[in-house]
C-alpha cells in the first residue's frame, strides 16, 4: 500500500492535531488504536500484517478480497499506536495525565473497546510478555501519589509539633 494516499482517499481528520501538547485532548473523550502485533501461529503460518499505520490513521495492507474488514481507505484517529508500542509509552501519552487529575479530585476513564484476541487484556492487564498493563501502572502511579502525600503530611505535622513545642518552651523560658 502506498502512503500517502491519493487525495481523494485522504482519511478522516483526527479530532485535533499536536493532541500531545494539547490540554483539551485530556478532558474530551479521544480514541486510540492500538495495532496488534501479529501472533507466533500467525507468523508461523506467514500470514501479513493486515495494517500499515502513522502517527493518527491506520490503513489495510490486504487485498480488498483477503481483508474481512471490508475498509477499503485510510480511517483517522486522535492516535494510533503500532505494534511495537509498549504499554509503558501508552501510559505515558495517554493516562498518567487522566490519573494525575483523578489526584485532583476529577473523573477519569480509561477502557479498551475491540474484538476477540485484539490486544486489550494484555493492554489493560498486561503479562509476562508485555509487563504492567495500564492497570497496574495506574494503581503504582496512586500509591506513589498517596506515599508523597503521606510523607509531606508527617512532615507537616512534625513541624507544627516542634514549632508548638519552640514556642510553649518560649513561654515558659521567658
Not at 99 to 128: F, H, P, W
Request: aromatic share 6%; proline share 7%.
Amino acid at each position: 500500500t502506498v502512503w500517502p494516499p491519493s487525495r481523494r482517499h485522504r482519511p478522516q481528520q483526527p479530532l485535533s492535531r499536536g493532541w500531545a501538547e494539547n490540554a483539551s485532548m485530556n478532558e474530551r473523550v479521544c480514541v486510540v488504536v492500538r495495532v496488534r502485533p501479529i501472533t507466533p501461529a500467525e507468523c508461523r503460518a506467514g500470514q501479513p500484517t493486515a495494517w500499515a499505520q502513522s502517527h493518527d490513521s491506520i490503513w489495510p495492507t490486504l487485498p480488498r478480497p483477503l481483508s474481512a474488514t471490508g475498509v477499503d481507505r485510510p480511517m483517522g484517529f486522535d492516535r494510533v499506536f503500532g505494534p511495537d508500542a509498549s504499554n509503558r509509552a501508552m501510559y505515558d501519552e495517554l493516562v498518567h495525565h487522566r490519573v494525575e487529575r483523578v489526584l485532583q479530585g476529577y473523573n477519569a476513564t480509561v477502557m479498551a473497546y475491540g474484538q476477540t484476541c485484539s490486544g486489550k487484556t494484555s493492554t489493560i492487564r498486561g503479562g509476562d510478555e508485555v509487563g504492567d498493563g495500564l492497570i497496574a501502572l495506574a494503581t503504582k502511579h496512586v500509591l506513589e501519589a498517596v506515599a508523597v502525600a503521606e510523607g509531606k503530611a508527617e512532615a507537616e505535622r512534625k513541624a507544627t509539633v516542634e514549632g508548638q513545642a519552640r514556642a510553649a518552651g518560649g513561654e515558659s523560658g521567658g
